[in-house]
């Protein structure tokens, strides 16, 4: 791709700057809460935002005798993750897995149960709630060609009816903001959009919310200087539109776009961008990756636990900022793991095992 003029759209500009999302990776609140009680990361001094260091807690698992790291009552299990069992043996039968093994929410991934059989909102909703279980979010498309589509630009009504019906606090998107490409005016089309959809869902007393991969991450083709990223944030009303952080993609979004087309280096690390704004982030995916850099990604996915993605340091920072212990909500998944209910027991095990760093 030919170098282009880095000169940025000053409204954009303005707009990033005045919700502190230029330079994301090099806050000073991020570097304080990062190293706010001097303890040390696996592989060292934990890194300050934005050095695109990674660490790993292969060599340290943070199991010990502090507080633990996951709050009470906050994991979760993202439904997709759990697909084949849902549909040979039904919501019932999984929902008392899980909360044997420990999970206190589910996040839907449709509301159908395949060859189980077929299932109302309200009888969905009552088994969630039998089984001990709270449903604090929902994945539904963004749009679609067909105008009869269940997505949000289609059928915004009737998503939010059968959210409402589900009783949940929070539904969303999966679907990255690409409807009118990757240009920033493309991506100011669609931050539009939601702010639509973050209103009407608020009238309801919901949260509207944005599931990222790594492509999200990547640079506008129009204007190789500017993150996609950061054109979301900017142009979306943090009163409207909230951030559901799938951490594993990002940091395979930090792996494949830390530099820009023109070679130069633009590092970002994923857990200054919650720091900035923690209140735009209340839920989470929590998936892990083996590092492999031969991989497109830099990771393989693997069970929550086997990983590289340390998990202790990004749930304490999290944890110590205001509210943090309540008002985030971490969802444990893994798109293809070879056997869905272990995964979510080791996930779970893994995750009430981490404790914060005795001081």
Not at 168 to 177: F, V
Not at 226 to 236: H, I
Not at 282 to 296: I, Q, T
Request: glycine letters at 12%; a neutral charge; charged letters at 25%.
């Amino acid at each position: 791709m030919p170098r282009t003029s880095r000169t940025t759209d000053p409204e954009l500009v303005h707009r990033l700057s005045r919700r502190d999302m230029l330079g994301v990776a090099a806050g000073a609140t991020a570097a304080a809460l990062l190293g706010g009680t001097g303890t040390a990361s696996a592989a060292g001094t934990a890194p300050a935002a934005g050095t695109g260091t990674d660490t790993g807690h292969t060599t340290d698992t943070g199991h010990g005798r502090g507080r633990p790291v996951l709050p009470p009552g906050r994991l979760g299990i993202q439904l997709y993750s759990l697909r084949d069992k849902v549909s040979t043996l039904g919501f019932a039968r999984v929902f008392e897995e899980l909360r044997r093994h420990g999970y206190d929410e589910v996040e839907y991934a449709g509301y159908s149960q395949g060859s189980a059989g077929p299932l109302t909102l309200a009888q969905l909703r009552r088994l969630t709630r039998d089984n001990g279980l709270r449903a604090i979010g929902s994945h539904v498309g963004y749009h679609s060609s067909d105008p009869g589509a269940y997505t949000f630009a289609q059928n915004l009504t009737q998503v939010l009816d059968d959210a409402q019906a589900l009783g949940l606090k929070h539904i969303g998107t999966a679907s990255g903001p690409w409807r009118y490409g990757a240009t920033v005016d493309g991506w100011k089309r669609c931050a539009e959009e939601f702010n639509h959809y973050g209103a009407e869902a608020k009238k309801r007393g919901m949260k509207f919310y944005q599931h990222n991969h790594a492509e999200e991450f990547s640079f506008a083709t129009d204007r190789p200087d500017v993150r996609l990223y950061d054109v979301l944030l900017a142009e979306t009303d943090p009163d409207l539109v909230y951030l559901e952080m799938d951490i594993y993609w990002a940091y395979a979004g930090r792996h494949r776009f830390g530099r820009r087309a023109d070679g130069t280096p633009a590092p970002f690390d994923p857990l200054a961008y919650v720091l900035r704004q923690p209140d735009r982030y209340p839920l989470f995916h929590v998936k892990d990756g083996e590092r492999d850099e031969s991989a497109r990604d830099g990771y393989r996915m693997v069970d929550v636990g086997d990983g590289d993605i340390d998990y202790r340091r990004f749930i304490s920072a999290v944890g110590r900022t205001h509210g943090g212990r309540r008002d985030h909500h971490w969802q444990a998944e893994h798109d293809n793991p070879v056997e869905s209910l272990t995964f979510a027991r080791k996930a779970s095990a893994h995750l009430h095992s981490l404790r914060e760093r005795d001081c």
